[in-house]
């Protein structure tokens, strides 16, 4: 049995319990009451009321100084933002989907959620489909037999699931899905988006997009990479297309234990474990990173995975050519890049998210190159890649190590891979260590210092110069005003001789 007020603050109680005149009725329900049953903690509270749900999420933002949304003003469904104790809470009110509990509970997508509890009474919990039980059973059953079918976006759920709480799934209702999964086109984009961004941040997710492939999900949400499925590649790639891009996906999850809690640490690769032991130098600055989000909505993680799946879509649609005995994919990069900025689009991804994924899978082959490791040249090549890739070259290097680890697998050197986690090291050490000196350099002088000095136009050119100058003081080559006007009186001399002799 269940009480209700374990899973409330008093002071939380007090206030729900006190607006049990505005709303006629209020039931806890769904997700809490679940989570309390597996043991697993709860941040979202949703409550079903009778009236005025609206009124009452507001009444909750004003009580303890959050901040209120309206999710649904035809459904009556509204939300509130709070923070109680330093902990952050998602409060839900919602008006009754019928004419009672029952009836709203027979409505809702899952069984495990399909449980209630009436405030201020909390002796009993109000299970009319046995939630109970297929918990205790590891079991996700739908709450009817027309359930996928109302709303085609809980096949995408059900993988969330059946991943983040270790359930399972009859062959019937595995027909459900698939048989439901078919309609997915007739939902919006970023509803489905909403959900996929959950299994990211809640399961494993190489195992649900092997599910979401046997289901037919996968097509109807990441259609470009379907096409990677069994096209196979020559070497050095150990795995086709499709296997390749679940184990990059893979690899860029269990990386991420170097800045939260893997779920489970024994399960990390060897090599994994290698290249988060090189790189825990910068273990703090890189949780900071991943904890400032471009949109609040969705985590700098979210990008890495998705950017994972997209990283060799490219190959699906170039052609290939063959070099040296082997297939190769030219300019796949730029193609996948244009690909993953479609699909980003088409989800509903603000323009900035739509930037980010871009660099990623544009730029995703650049900590190949050898110059990243040539500790003469390093400096320069990682100034221009940032150049390119802002901040998203961090994301870039942990798709690199995933990608590289992929690539070979059990067939990997020593040597291969040593020069990878030492390219992802000067990456992170220019942008978390040197970023004044690599990076952005500071400004010794300006444009109206060069249109001065050189009696030159305004124009793109001055910009040009500017920027190499910014390279020669990462290269040492100056470092005043007076060393960068030389440096570029010589520069403009020279182009002057090369156009005289042209």
Not at 66 to 86: H, M, P
Request: aromatic share 8%; hydrophobic share 35%; charged share 30%.
């Amino acid at each position: 049995m269940v009480n209700y007020k374990e899973l409330l603050y008093p002071q939380l109680d007090e206030f729900i319990t006190s607006q049990v005149h505005t709303c006629g009725e209020i039931f806890l329900v769904g997700g809490a009451i679940r989570n309390s049953y597996l043991r697993k903690d709860v941040k979202d509270l949703d409550f079903a009321v009778k009236k005025n749900a609206i009124t009452a999420a507001r009444n909750a933002a004003d009580r303890f100084n959050g901040d209120f949304y309206i999710l649904d003003k035809k459904r009556g469904a509204a939300r509130a933002l709070i923070s109680i104790r330093g902990k952050k809470l998602i409060i839900d009110f919602t008006l009754l989907n019928g004419r009672s509990i029952d009836d709203d509970l027979n409505k809702r997508d899952f069984t495990i959620n399909a449980m209630a509890i009436k405030i201020p009474l909390s002796s009993k919990v109000i299970d009319p489909l046995d939630g109970e039980r297929d918990i205790k059973g590891s079991i996700l059953r739908s709450c009817s037999q027309n359930s996928y079918q109302d709303d085609p976006v809980r096949t995408i759920r059900a993988i969330r699931f059946v991943n983040e709480f270790n359930l399972f799934l009859d062959q019937s209702e595995v027909e459900l899905i698939k048989s439901a999964s078919r309609s997915l086109d007739e939902i919006s984009n970023e509803r489905k988006r909403d959900e996929i961004i959950n299994i990211f941040e809640k399961a494993d997710v190489k195992k649900a997009l092997i599910q979401m492939l046997e289901f037919g999900i996968f097509e109807k949400v990441f259609p470009e990479v379907k096409k990677l499925y069994k096209m196979e590649l020559d070497f050095p790639h150990v795995h086709d297309a499709w296997t390749h891009s679940l184990q990059v996906v893979n690899y860029c999850q269990q990386l991420m234990a170097i800045s939260k809690n893997y779920t489970d640490p024994k399960r990390l690769h060897p090599r994994i474990k290698q290249a988060i032991n090189t790189l825990s130098t910068y273990k703090k600055s890189i949780i900071t990173y991943m904890n400032d989000p471009i949109n609040m909505n969705r985590s700098i993680y979210s990008l890495l995975i998705l950017a994972g799946i997209y990283h060799d879509a490219g190959k699906g649609v170039v052609p290939p050519t063959i070099k040296d005995n082997r297939k190769r994919f030219p300019r796949h990069a730029k193609t996948g890049s244009e690909l993953v900025t479609n699909r980003a689009k088409i989800m509903g991804f603000s323009n900035s998210e739509v930037e980010y994924l871009t660099k990623i899978v544009r730029f995703h082959m650049k900590p190949s190159q050898s110059e990243f490791t040539n500790k003469n040249k390093k400096d320069i090549h990682i100034h221009r890649f940032y150049k390119k890739t802002g901040s998203a070259g961090i994301l870039i290097g942990f798709i690199h190590l995933s990608d590289v680890l992929a690539t070979y697998e059990d067939t990997l050197t020593e040597e291969r891979w040593n020069r990878a986690i030492s390219s992802v090291n000067n990456i992170f050490d220019a942008y978390f260590i040197h970023y004044a000196k690599i990076i952005t350099p500071p400004k010794i002088i300006n444009g109206t210092d060069i249109l001065k000095e050189f009696n030159l136009q305004p124009g793109k050119k001055i910009g040009g110069l500017l920027e190499r100058v910014a390279e020669a003081q990462v290269n040492g080559e100056v470092n005043t005003k007076g060393e960068a006007i030389n440096y570029l009186g010589q520069l403009l001399l020279d182009e002057k001789r090369d156009q005289e002799n042209l």
